[in-house]
């Protein structure tokens, strides 16, 4: 018989085992909440970084363009330039009737981009869907288990 033997060793008291099994279920708990908070803090730096990106995405977007917008200008003068040089040299036309011809031309086109925009501008405003929304045949949906 030898008292170091785990076998003869005295037993633990009930409050110090009931005390053991119930900080586990604590200490379970703690780590959770260490980890759930870990996981957030992750989280929310990954979205950070995320807005941080789009933002930069975005003025870069913006900026670009603008610079398009520029050199679409240049392109459209230079182009409107090359065509009154053309009708000035082979028709012979006066300068003045060159500009009108080029004003009729930037006019026309301008026109036909406005009707385009107004035409497209229609659908943003979700026609479809206000149509389902105020159709008075509409349907509701079968009432779910929460509404029985």
């Known amino acids: ?7 003869f060793a005295e037993p633990e008291p009930a409050a110090a085992r009931d005390t053991a099994k119930a900080s586990e279920p604590l200490a379970d708990l703690a780590e959770l909440a260490r980890t759930g908070t870990g996981m957030a803090r992750e989280m929310l730096d990954l979205l950070a970084i995320e807005f941080e990106l789009a933002a930069r995405s975005l003025v870069l977007m913006i900026v670009l363009a603008i ?3 520029a050199i679409s200008i240049i392109a459209w003068l230079l182009l409107l330039a090359a065509l009154g040089s053309f009708l000035q040299q082979t028709l012979g036309l006066d300068w003045a009737w060159m ?12 026109l036909l981009l406005w009707t ?10 979700l026609p479809g869907v206000r149509a389902v929304i105020r159709s008075p045949d509409r349907q509701d949906p079968a009432p779910g288990p929460e509404q029985s």
């Open 1 to 7: 018989m030898n008292p170091a033997d785990p076998k």
């Open 67 to 69: 610079v398009l917008a």
């Open 99 to 110: 500009f009108v011809a080029l004003l009729l031309v930037n006019g026309l086109v301008g």
């Open 116 to 125: 385009g925009v107004r035409r497209l501008s229609a659908r943003l405003g």
